[in-house]
Structures are given as C-alpha cells and as structure tokens.
C-alpha cells in the first residue's frame, strides 16, 4: 500500500465515521461526531498497519488485529450502555451498536473496501434516521 491509497483509506474512515458520527450527535448521543471519527480513523489506521506488517514480514496475521479491534470497540461499546434508574431499562444499546458498526466501517475503509464500507455507512444512517422515523410513527399508533 503506498501514501496516497493510506491517505485516502484513512480519509474515507474519517467522512463515513464522520457523518455516523453527526448523525448521532444531532440527536443528543453520548457518543458522537469525535468519538465515531476516532473509532473509524483508528480501526482503518490498524487495518492499514496489518496489511503493512504482512507485506514486510509476509508471516503476519491481519485477522489477528481485526480480532482485537472488534475486542477493544466491545469494551468502548459497553461504557456506552447505561441502566436506567428504575432497574427496568438499558439505554445506550444503539450507541454501542453505531460504535461497532463504525469500527467495521473504518476497518473496511483502511483495507481498501471503499464500496463495502460506502454501502455499510449508508446502511447505517439509513438505520439511525429513517427507521428511527418509522419507528416513532409506529409508536405513535400503537398508543
């Protein structure tokens, strides 16, 4: 991988984590635009290093650190997840989700799967805006 595809991988980690990110942080999340950027342009730069350790080494396992990557966003992911006062609630469980989502986004961004990682991050504010939309509407007539 050269400077410019890295430069360009960890750009498009940055946009997609980004507009994640914004999206999260318009509706009052715990976690938005800066924690999402962070999590995608870090997952891509440990992906870039992978693929950079196995074609100077050629025994590196790439896998081995996307296996810690996916570790390590479960515990950020589980801060976010808080129980509510009655006992009887969790919030947070989207947040974590958006989080893990975005560290899977980034990754895909620093290996080079520009259209994997597009499509993941389209999917993904499809879910946090227009479902949520549905979803308060569908609530509003079940009351």
């Given amino acids: 991988m050269n400077e410019l595809e890295m430069i360009l991988n960890l750009s498009l980690a940055f946009v997609l984590g980004g507009l994640i990110g914004w999206s999260r942080e318009k509706e009052g999340k715990t976690a938005g635009l800066r924690t999402h950027i962070l999590v995608s ?24 650190i996307a296996a810690g990557v996916v570790t390590g966003i479960g515990f950020i992911g589980a801060g976010c997840i808080i129980q509510g006062s009655d006992r009887d609630t969790v919030r947070g469980i989207t947040t974590a989700a958006s989080i ?9 961004a620093g290996i080079g799967y520009y ?9 993904t504010l499809i879910t946090l805006q227009l479902l949520r939309l549905v979803e308060k509407k569908i609530i509003k007539t079940k009351e």
């Fill in 41 to 64: 342009v870090g997952s891509a730069l440990l992906m870039v290093l992978s693929t950079g350790m196995l074609s100077k080494s050629g025994i590196a396992d790439p896998g081995r």
């Fill in 100 to 108: 893990w989502v975005t560290a899977a986004i980034g990754m895909a």
């Fill in 115 to 123: 259209a994997g990682a597009v499509v993941a991050a389209a999917f």
